[in-house]
C-alpha cells in the first residue's frame, strides 16, 4: 500500500508569485485535503476535492485553488503570494468524500515547507 | 472557530500512562473524535477515532465521556518517542467534511 506522497519537499518564492504543490493520494483513496499549517499552530483546513469536484471549503480567500485529477492526485495553487502564506502545507487522503460522513479517516502526507520573501 | 480545547503542554515519565484530556462540549449527535499526533513537523498520524463507545487500537484507547462533552486519549505505556503535539479534533459537516485542528497538547515525555 503506498502512503500519502507530496511535492517538492521545500520551496522559496517571492512575494507576488504563483505556486503549485501536488500531492499524491494513498493508494484506493478517492478524496484529498488540503491544510495550511503555521509555525506552532495547528493546520487549518483549506479544501477538500471528491471526485476531481471541490466538496468543501475553509475560510481560505480564493487565490487558493486546487484540481484533482482522474487518478486522484490533487494540486494547490496559490496566486498573489503573501509572506502570511509561509507555512507548511499539508495533503490528506482519505476514502469517501463525505459519503461515509464523519467517520472518514484522513491520512496525510509529510507536507511541503512554502517560505515566501 | 477550533471545537474543542485541550492543555498546552503535559509531562509523563517513560513507562507509565499517559492521558490526555480534551474538551468538545458544543459536539453533535453525528460528529466523531478523532486523535492525531505530528512530529517534528512531520504530517500528523492517525491514532483512534470514536462516536460514543470506548476504542481501543495497538497505539492508545479512547475513552469518551457519556455525554460526550470529553474524552481522554490513553497511551498506556509512553516511550521517548510519544513525545509529540497531540491533536483532537472533530470532523464537521462543510459541503463533504471538514476537519478542525486545535492548538494541540505538546506531550513530553522524559526518561
Known amino acids: 500500500e503506498t502512503g500519502v506522497t507530496q511535492s517538492p519537499t521545500h520551496l522559496i518564492k517571492t512575494r507576488g508569485q504563483q505556486v503549485t504543490l501536488r500531492c499524491s493520494s494513498q493508494s484506493g483513496h478517492n478524496t484529498v485535503s488540503w491544510y495550511q499549517q503555521a509555525l506552532g499552530q495547528g493546520p487549518q483546513f483549506i479544501f477538500q476535492y471528491y471526485r476531481e469536484e471541490e466538496n468543501g471549503r475553509g475560510n481560505f480567500p480564493p487565490r487558493f485553488s486546487g484540481l484533482q485529477f482522474p487518478n486522484y492526485s490533487s494540486e494547490l495553487n496559490v496566486n498573489a503570494l503573501e509572506l502570511d502564506d509561509s507555512a507548511l502545507y499539508l495533503c490528506?487522503?482519505?476514502?469517501?468524500?463525505?459519503?461515509?460522513?464523519?467517520?472518514?479517516?484522513?491520512?496525510f502526507g509529510p507536507g511541503t515547507r512554502l517560505l515566501v520573501l | 472557530d477550533a471545537k474543542t480545547t485541550q492543555p498546552p503542554s503535559m509531562d509523563c515519565a517513560e513507562g507509565r500512562a499517559a492521558n490526555l484530556p480534551c474538551n468538545h462540549s458544543t459536539i453533535s449527535g453525528n460528529e466523531y473524535v478523532y486523535w492525531y499526533r505530528q512530529i517534528h513537523s512531520q504530517g500528523p498520524q492517525y491514532i483512534i477515532h470514536g462516536l460514543k463507545n470506548n476504542e481501543t487500537n495497538e497505539m492508545a484507547s479512547l475513552i469518551i465521556t457519556e455525554d460526550r462533552k470529553s474524552s481522554t486519549l490513553i497511551l498506556p505505556h509512553a516511550t521517548l518517542r510519544d513525545t509529540a503535539v497531540y491533536y483532537c479534533i472533530v470532523r464537521v459537516k462543510a459541503g463533504g467534511f471538514k476537519t478542525i485542528f486545535g492548538a494541540g497538547t505538546r506531550l513530553f515525555v522524559k526518561a
Open positions: 490528506a487522503s482519505s476514502l469517501g468524500g463525505g459519503d461515509r460522513g464523519p467517520q472518514e479517516t484522513q491520512y
